[in-house]
């Protein structure tokens, strides 16, 4: 059982600037990869980022540019930093990680990042 917890959303306005924190716990070393996604009112889920556990990173085209995804494996910890934000960031921000062997999915239970001026 892996327990992921994030933090660090909230109210920001368009341009500023948020980092989100996931801390992991439980049998963390069956994870490999872990991930953000997002769920805004009206939408699907939408993935995006992904980082390995050597750090290698992914990015949807709507996070390029703009996010930092990055993981301190000391920490078990993922963040993931948001630059220029815009209105169509606002959303709830879920940490997700897969077990390798059973490929169970985990999802934390979500920060609310709102962009408004």
């Known amino acids: 059982q892996v327990q992921l917890v994030e933090s660090g959303g909230g109210l920001v306005q368009p341009g500023g600037s948020l980092r989100l924190s996931c801390v992991a716990s439980g049998t963390v070393f069956n994870i490999k990869n872990m991930d953000w996604f997002r769920h805004a009112p009206g939408k699907q889920r939408e993935w995006v980022a992904t980082?390995?556990?050597?750090?290698?990173?992914d990015y949807a085209d709507s996070a390029k540019g703009r996010f930092t995804i990055s993981r301190d494996n000391t920490k078990d910890t993922v963040y993931l930093q948001m630059n220029s934000l815009r209105p169509d960031d606002t959303a709830v921000y879920y940490c997700?990680?897969?077990?390798?062997?059973?490929?169970?999915?985990?999802w934390g239970q979500g920060t609310q990042v709102t962009v408004s001026s």
């Open positions: 980082v390995t556990r050597r750090g290698n990173t």
């Open positions: 997700h990680a897969k077990d390798q062997w059973s490929n169970f999915d985990y």
